[in-house]
């Protein structure tokens, strides 16, 4: 257990950018980033010519219950789909009832990460949508103290849940900050286990 698994879906590549920024902050502390994907559950959202049955069209590995079930910590990130988890993910999740009867990720932290298209597209009834099945698992959900200036900036993303982005071409600079931090604050818990 020496890598955050940053665990997500990003059909459009936001959440994806999210997950990099967390990667950078997880990877300040010396701790390994573990970048995984689910994929699509609607064909018409697969790559015409994605050969690749282990990647997504971006480049990123496919998640097992095992990368899950080996990390010493998570960030959990999906889409708004209508203020709540992307099916992709949720349906990876409703796969690891296994893991929940055994208590493999009891007192592990995570954190949760979203986008949306809009500031009011639902970013804290996604990120809570995320942190139930954490819960669940009987992780330590670690949000973002107030602490960190970037929950400050009247726009874009940003909440004490988690990074959050709203979707232009690139972070916005407190966004990435965020996502940074969050990274950096998993990997540090993770180590005081």
Avoid: N
Wanted: hydrophobic share 40%; with cysteine; proline share 6%.
């Amino acid at each position: 257990m020496s890598y955050v698994l940053i665990l997500f879906f990003s059909r459009t590549g936001h959440i994806a950018k999210l997950a990099e920024a967390i990667g950078e902050g997880a990877e300040s502390t010396g701790m390994e980033a573990r970048l995984r994907t689910v994929p699509s559950l609607h064909p018409s959202f697969h790559d015409a010519d994605q050969s690749d049955p282990f990647m997504d069209a971006q480049g990123y590995l496919y998640a097992s219950k095992e990368d899950l079930a080996d990390c010493a910590a998570l960030a959990l990130g999906s889409p708004s789909r209508f203020g709540a988890i992307a099916a992709p993910l949720k349906g990876f999740l409703e796969q690891t009832s296994d893991l929940w009867l055994s208590g493999t990720l009891v007192d592990r932290p995570a954190g949760v990460f979203t986008s949306a298209s809009t500031l009011h597209g639902g970013h804290e009834g996604v990120l809570q949508s995320m942190m139930m099945p954490l819960i669940h698992h009987g992780m330590v959900v670690c949000g973002l103290p107030y602490t960190e200036p970037g929950l400050r900036q009247l726009s874009g993303g940003g909440t004490p849940y988690g990074p959050s982005h709203v979707d232009q071409e690139s972070l916005a600079p407190h966004e990435h900050a965020l996502a940074v931090a969050l990274g950096r604050r998993l990997a540090l818990w993770s180590l005081r286990r």
